[in-house]
């Protein structure tokens, strides 16, 4: 056979061998993504050309109260919507999160001392002594943490699993949240998981701020209220944010990062978790799996009002 035919044969049966590498891959992402759905959201019907509405209130929908209005609220699409080419760039986006936190030197490893497999419980004085050394480490890591964030925050689409729009049956959200003290308001994001790691919760708001466990309180109105495991007090902790009050027009993001894995029994480097949003008092539920050592994760996100509201300032925190 003729050398010229014989390199052309070869590189066309290259070409045909990467296209079908990238068809298995894709449909393998697909299996993945449907295997979870139904994993989290057995009773959610499939997926169907990922038309699912992000609407969580129409323009100008009215609550049972007439006197309070509520504005229009879309939330963001979230990786099972999308489309396999938008998936694989999301992916892209999602490994060059996890190199950006690695190159910044952000994982704890040995930063406390271990705690051995028990179940002893920690007095006031220890989580305050603990406290202490978070905060110095983040001292130290400032620029870097604030660095990762805004890298992070760039992401529109959110990885979190959408679970239902009402809490299942069992859920003992609400009891961990009344346990801890946790408020309720017009916008509400909790976070609860069942181990002694320490997940962090963070709120990305339009007016640029960052609400997290070294922001609790941001001048736009919202509160970080709840924070647990910083010292592995509980197996079944949970985390708050809140606006008691109304909330400003513009977009919100809602990070999870896995702050420190606490070596304890049944305690893995990987931990489900699941995500409440509650926005003037409709409720969207996620769940996912995040892997210590890994990027902060935009798990979901949220606009209120419609482009003239958001094109306004908002002023005294009032709609």
């Not at 993945?32 to 057995?42: F, G, S, T």
């Not at 946790?182 to 998981?193: I, M, R």
């Amino acid at each position: 056979m003729d050398p010229a035919i014989l390199a052309i044969l070869i590189v066309l049966g290259g070409g045909s061998g990467v296209t079908i590498y990238r068809f298995i891959k894709r449909r393998n992402q697909r299996l993945l993504r449907e295997a979870l759905r139904k994993k989290y959201a057995p009773d959610l019907p499939e997926l169907r050309n990922h038309e699912t509405s992000t609407i969580v209130h129409s323009e100008n929908e009215l609550s049972g109260n007439s006197n309070i209005e509520i504005p229009p609220v879309v939330r963001t699409h979230q990786i099972e919507e999308l489309s396999e080419k938008d998936y694989d760039e999301w992916e892209t986006r999602d490994d060059s999160r996890n190199e950006n936190i690695i190159e910044l030197r952000l994982i704890i490893e040995e930063l406390l001392e271990e705690l051995p497999p028990n179940d002893e419980e920690f007095d006031d004085d220890e989580r305050i002594m603990e406290l202490g050394v978070r905060e110095t480490w983040i001292e130290q890591n400032d620029e870097e943490l604030e660095e990762h964030a805004t890298f992070v925050e760039r992401e529109d689409v959110g990885s979190g699993i959408i679970v239902e729009d009402a809490p299942p049956e069992n859920d003992d959200l609400d009891h961990r949240l009344e346990r801890e003290g946790g408020k309720s308001g017009a916008v509400q994001v909790s976070l609860a998981w069942d181990d002694y790691n320490d997940l962090d919760l963070h709120l990305f708001c339009p007016s640029g701020e960052r609400i997290y466990f070294n922001n609790r309180n941001s001048e736009c109105g919202g509160e970080l209220d709840v924070d647990m495991n910083v010292k592995p007090v509980s197996r079944t902790p949970v985390e708050n944010v809140v606006w008691t009050s109304a909330p400003p027009m513009g977009a919100y993001k809602v990070g999870v990062h896995f702050y420190k894995h606490h070596r304890k029994r049944k305690t893995k480097k990987s931990c489900k978790f699941r995500l409440r949003v509650s926005l003037y008092g409709k409720i969207q539920e996620y769940s996912g799996i995040i892997k210590y050592g890994k990027a902060m994760q935009m798990v979901t996100g949220f606009t209120i009002g419609n482009q003239e509201d958001i094109s306004k300032k908002y002023q005294n925190h009032e709609i």
